[in-house]
């Protein structure tokens, strides 16, 4: 059982920057791919982000070029770097995981994931 903490979010203006982090409750995150999703009021979670255990990233054409995602093995902990942040950003913002390690499996659905974190609040306002 893989426990995850996020943490970073609040209210920023349009054009801001967060950075949010998700914590992992194992030794190492060493292995795990590791995804950002987020649920807008009224919509379903959807994905932003995810980083593989090789480092390869990927990104929401939404996000892309605004989102970076890092991962930090030895501190358990992945990051997602925001700006010029949008109202339509506006979400709680997830991080998530799955049980298995250097693997070679999606990474874009719900469904990729086993573990998930509570969540975070971002708010863009304008």
């Known amino acids: 059982q893989v426990q995850l903490v996020e943490s970073g979010g609040g209210l920023v203006q349009v054009g801001g920057s967060l950075r949010l982090s998700c914590a992992a409750s194992?030794?190492?995150?060493?292995?795990?791919?590791m995804g950002w999703f987020r649920r807008a009021p009224g919509k379903e979670r959807e994905f932003v982000s995810a980083v593989t255990w090789s480092r390869s990233s990927y990104y929401a054409d939404t996000v892309k070029g605004r989102f970076t995602i890092s991962r930090d093995n030895a501190k358990s902990t992945v990051y997602l770097q925001m700006n010029s942040l949008k109202p339509e950003d506006t979400a709680i913002y997830y991080c998530a995981t799955r049980r298995s390690r250097y693997d070679s499996g999606g990474f874009q659905r719900n469904t990729d994931y086993e573990y998930w974190g509570q969540g975070t609040q971002v708010t863009v306002s304008s």
């Open positions: 194992t030794e190492t995150i060493s292995g795990y791919t």
